[in-house]
């Protein structure tokens, strides 16, 4: 009987991988800081059960992409990583606090620990978002996902 083995990912992939999925969590950890916020706001309990909703389906499909595809090296699923989350989700990370920067001055930073939480998670998460960008496309891992696609 003939098995065949695929090349373990370099080391480029893995903590490509690594970061994409950290990258993950600390979006789900900070969805989690805003969910505690809003009902500490009292917002109506259906827009959060939205956010929720809309939050659990994009982290869990991106997990899942992560997960079974981009970690065995399925090409596709780099460009879908590096266009849902290296550009929409990164604007998306950087447009609220550029918006109020425009509007306030750092003086009006209110500096509560939900404040300092959620900057912490956002900068993780922004940080590992370009990290694993960058190491997606270094040229090891881009060997990688060239010899995966002819043993596919």
């Known amino acids: 009987m003939t098995v065949l083995v695929r090349p373990q990912a370099p080391l480029t992939a893995r903590w490509a991988t690594l970061l994409w999925l950290l990258a993950v969590v600390a979006g789900v950890a900070e969805s989690v800081v ?3 916020g809003a009902v500490r706001d009292d917002v109506p309990m ?3 059960a939205a956010q929720i909703a809309i939050r659990a389906l994009v982290y ?3 997990f899942v992409v992560i997960e079974r595809y981009f970690q065995h ?3 596709w699923s780099r460009y879908l990583l590096a266009g849902l989350l290296g ?3 990164t604007a ?4 609220g606090p550029i918006g109020w920067l425009l509007d306030h001055d750092l003086a009006s930073i209110d500096w509560s620990a939900q404040f300092v939480l959620t900057a912490l998670l956002r900068s993780v998460h922004l940080t590992a978002v370009i990290t694993a960008l960058v190491l997606s496309f270094h040229p090891e891992t881009n ?4 010899r ?3 043993t596919a």
């Open 34 to 36: 805003g969910v505690i």
């Open 148 to 150: 995966n696609a002819k």
């Open 92 to 95: 998306s990370l950087v447009i």
């Open 73 to 75: 090296g399925v090409r």
């Open 87 to 89: 550009t929409v989700g």
């Open 143 to 146: 060997r990688w996902f060239r």
């Open 46 to 48: 259906g827009s959060i």
């Open 60 to 62: 869990g499909g991106l």
